[in-house]
T-cell receptor, first 114, second 116 residues
Framework: AQSVAQPEDQVNVAEGNPLTVKCTYS??????LFWYVQYPNRGLQFLLK??????LVKGSYGFEAEFNKSQTSFHLKKPSALVSDSALYFC????????????FGSGTQLTVLP | ETGVTQTPRHLVMGMTNKKSLKCEQH?????MYWYKQSAKKPLELMFV???????ENNSVPSRFSPECPNSSHLFLHLHTLQPEDSALYLC???????????????FGPGTRLTVL
């Protein structure tokens, strides 16, 4: 079984401040974890993924995510938010070594205030 | 753009109409997917095709009928839909949908469907 939770529907942050979008997961085994972003009237765009190795993963547009196995979390972070980062963010998980399809979270709307 | 295109971008149809959604990928991928996106709900995987063969159907009602004539094209045929089927329908592709490798998916912009 695999599932992912994004506990916040909405996150607001001031431009220039650090941002965090939370994600927790549940899998029966090791996880592959993904973050996607969706801008208005667009499809989802891949940001980054965790497979194995370093717990800190760097991705597109200055985003990074930290894998924490003990807390089963994969929070998305950025040191300094931009207004253009405002979008809908999705976390996704699948079991490593399995051909099962991705399970997505319900999404978190990030709004960066100027 | 991601290399995955979808047409039309918007569609309004009555419950008795028949329409089709089209998806095309220019990435040389072998797996294609249909998802349904409703507000404040997780993406719902509907169908998966690998090398033109359907490998997954997540209990989707028969009023949705997919077709994959080749690895680059994917259709979703719609008939006698219900108002609750109104949503954004997203197409995606990946290198291979059957491998355990963590290949990311590339998404099209979606078709916004409204059923009256």
């Amino acid at each position: 079984a695999q599932s992912v939770a994004q506990p916040e529907d909405q996150v607001n942050v001031a431009e220039g401040n650090p941002l965090t979008v939370k994600c927790t997961y549940s899998v029966s085994g090791n996880p592959y974890l993904f973050w996607y972003v969706q801008y208005p009237n667009r499809g989802l765009q891949f940001l980054l993924k965790y497979i194995t190795g370093d717990n800190l993963v760097k991705g597109s547009y200055g985003f990074e995510a930290e894998f924490n196995k003990s807390q089963t979390s994969f929070h998305l972070k950025k040191p300094s938010a931009l207004v253009s980062d405002s979008a809908l963010y999705f976390c996704a998980v699948r079991v490593a070594g399995s051909a099962r399809q991705l399970t997505f979270g319900s999404g978190t709307q990030l709004t960066v205030l100027p | 753009e991601t290399g995955v295109t979808q047409t039309p971008r918007h569609l309004v149809m009555g419950m008795t109409n028949k329409k089709s959604l089209k998806c095309e990928q220019h990435l040389g991928h072998n797996a294609m997917y249909w998802y349904k996106q409703s507000a404040k709900k997780p993406l719902e995987l509907m169908f998966v095709y690998n090398f033109k063969e359907q490998t997954e159907n997540n209990s989707v009602p028969s009023r949705f009928s997919p077709e994959c004539p080749n690895s680059s094209h994917l259709f979703l045929h719609l008939h006698t839909l219900q108002p609750e089927d109104s949503a954004l329908y997203l197409c995606a592709s990946s290198r291979d949908g059957t491998t355990p490798d963590p290949n990311e998916q590339f998404f099209g912009p979606g078709t916004r469907l409204t059923v009256l």
